[in-house]
């Protein structure tokens, strides 16, 4: 998708580079009121003339692709530059932060000292050809660029590391070398933003931001389709609309529990439940556990009449998340059974489309669903199937449970809400100085710290909404 000359540059005001866009901005308002929008623009106006860069490791495929590529041309919009470069990555280096990132989320295993020079002397590479980039903020997404600050940074910029795993913090605890390693690279940063709370690591020597992550209501992936549209999608692929629909969505990734999902569905047509399972979505570019993943899964269910698998990757990305988007608003459940996740954006988008969710109780996913209110949260392929059974035959009861969970994304994940707290912490850290300035141990979070144990009452609150 990078078609700039420039090295890494995804998108670009400056440059002419613009593969993305959104509609403008007053078109949210119905989505999260006037006053909101209003907000956004004063925040805006306070950082007249800001220039951002945000920095990750590949322009398609993952959760961070997907809010960059809605959230860039929003802040453009807003009067801010923001820039978007990625760091350009062998396999060899792809592998190494691969296992970086699957370490910190609790694997078994260390870093060697061979992966850690192949990471430094990546990042050292990296880094000359990003050289010339200017930017007053930088933000850099998760392990892969997170080394570019000890070569790249200015005095006169602020530098923000944004962690989007699901960090197990028990693990970290057993790999003091990993650790080490990450507060090495992480100690030219001024703060790091989370998803939630409890992903923040007690040794963390930075301020920390909590921010969850958004979906964009307005993009390709999650506009309203026409019946039709979404038949095109599914005669396209051979699905039967008259079979009730379930899917999995997303990259394959070994995390993500496709596994699980075929087991689960097995059990539930073993019982008499007239279904059939899509599982769709594609590979991360820099992601080399993907397509061994996707083989996995094809060799899995090969044969299978009512089990359809579609690899997306090579799709124009309008093409990708607009079906996608179809095959979602077609199925009656979605699934997300995953092994750790750090927020989940699959879950956020079907929960707008007004579906239920059977999803693990797992990292990010655990922000959004209140079990039995606005999804179930399950253990085992046999509670899978067994909710599964109950909501494609109680059909009023699936539809309540999908509005209320519009309701929770309504109010807590979309875009110009979230892309408000960005700004919030971006005047904070250029504006606040001298007895105010944050400490390292100053936590700021901008959503609720609902304790997990409550997840069921809060639901009751959604019900008055709807």
Known sequence: MITSPVEG?????????????????????????????????????????????????????????????????????????????????????????????????????????????????????SAESLADARADVVIVHDPQPLGLA?????????????????????????????????????????????????????????????????????????????????????????????????????????????GRTI????????????CQLIIAGNSASDDPEGQKTLSLVQEMTKGEEYIHVLDLSSLPWKVNAREINAIQRASRVIFQPSLKEGFGLTVTEAMFKGKPVIASSVGGILLQLRDEETGFCVESTSDMAEKLIYLLGNPGFASEMGKRGMVYVLEHFLMPTRIGDYLKMIDMLLNISGDNKLHSSS??????????????????RLQRLL
């Open 150 to 258: 000890s070569y790249l940074r200015s005095q006169k910029q602020k530098w923000l590391w944004r962690c989007h795993i699901d960090i197990d913090e028990d693990s970290l605890k057993e790999k003091p070398d990993l650790w080490d390693f990450i507060n090495f690279w992480s100690r030219n940063y001024d703060a790091a933003i989370f998803s939630a709370a409890y992903y923040i690591v007690a040794c963390c020597p930075l301020p920390i931001f909590i921010i969850p992550p958004f979906i964009d209501p307005l993009s390709e992936k999650n506009r309203e389709l026409l019946s039709s549209e979404i038949d095109e999608v599914l005669d396209k692929y051979g699905i039967d609309k008259n079979i009730p629909i379930v899917s999995q969505i997303g990259r394959f990734d070994p995390w993500k529990g496709i």
């Open 9 to 125: 540059l995804v998108y670009s005001e400056d440059e002419g580079i613009r593969p993305f866009n959104v509609p403008p901005i007053s078109e949210y308002i119905p989505f999260v009121s006037e006053y909101r929008i209003e907000e956004l623009q004063d925040l805006a106006r306070r950082l007249t003339g800001l220039r951002m860069l945000e920095l990750n490791s590949t322009s398609y495929g993952g959760g961070v692709a997907e809010m960059l590529s809605s959230s860039i041309p929003f802040l453009n919009q807003l009067g801010i530059k923001d820039e978007w470069r990625v760091m350009r990555g062998t396999k060899e280096f792809f592998e190494v932060t691969k296992e970086i990132h699957n370490l910190l989320q609790g694997k078994g295993g260390r870093l060697t000292p061979e992966m850690k020079e192949i990471y430094f002397s990546h990042v050292r590479d």
């Open 263 to 274: 087991h689960a569905f097995r059990k539930a047509r073993s019982k008499g439940c007239d």
């Open 443 to 460: 936590i700021v979070s901008f959503h609720p710290w609902y304790k997990l144990s409550k997840r069921k009452s809060y639901g009751k």
